[in-house]
């Protein structure tokens, strides 16, 4: 038998010099030079701006959008009514769909604030 084999295998994971932890101690630091200190920070400050620039960018899209989508429909409803009234002064038979609108607005059941009539509840077949 070879020596530089192992009866006992749950040992190799222990002693395997492939898992140790590298440190970084063990690597050589250079000392950086005061320019390539600015450089870093100069880095550092672009990297912020222009992550604040999209972020700016995108919430003006999100609020540009919000504003075109319901000024639209403000719009388009003022527009509407204009045409309503216009309606009313064109002639008699648009002035009588006008009232004829509102008695229905008047007459409509989800609007009533009465209660509900009484139920008998014993009701039976043999009858």
Same mark, same amino acid.
């Given at each position: 038998?070879?020596?530089?084999?192992?009866?006992? /295998?749950? /040992?190799?994971?222990?002693?395997?010099?492939?898992?140790?932890?590298?440190?970084?101690?063990?690597?050589?630091?250079?000392?950086?030079?005061?320019?390539?200190?600015?450089?870093? /920070?100069?880095?550092?400050?672009?990297?912020?701006?222009?992550?604040?620039?999209? +972020?700016?960018?995108?919430?003006?899209?999100? +609020?540009?959008?919000?504003?075109?989508?319901?000024?639209?429909?403000?719009?388009?409803?003022?527009?509407?009514?204009?045409?309503?009234?216009?309606?009313?002064?064109?002639?008699?038979? %648009?002035?009588?769909?006008?009232?004829?609108? %509102?008695?229905?607005?008047?007459?409509?059941? %989800? /609007?009533?604030?009465?209660?509900?009539?009484?139920?008998? +509840?014993?009701?039976?077949?043999?009858?």
């Amino acid at each position: 038998m070879k020596s530089d084999i192992m009866p006992d /295998q749950t /040992q190799f994971m222990a002693e395997s010099p492939l898992y140790e932890e590298v440190g970084l101690d063990n690597a050589p630091e250079k000392p950086l030079s005061e320019l390539e200190i600015k450089k870093r /920070q100069q880095k550092k400050v672009m990297r912020i701006i222009i992550g604040l620039v999209t +972020f700016l960018l995108v919430i003006g899209g999100i +609020f540009a959008f919000i504003k075109f989508r319901y000024g639209s429909e403000e719009e388009a409803s003022s527009e509407i009514e204009e045409v309503k009234l216009d309606e009313v002064i064109v002639g008699p038979f %648009n002035q009588r769909l006008l009232e004829l609108e %509102n008695e229905l607005e008047l007459a409509d059941p %989800n /609007q009533e604030e009465l209660p509900f009539p009484p139920i008998d +509840f014993e009701i039976s077949l043999e009858k």
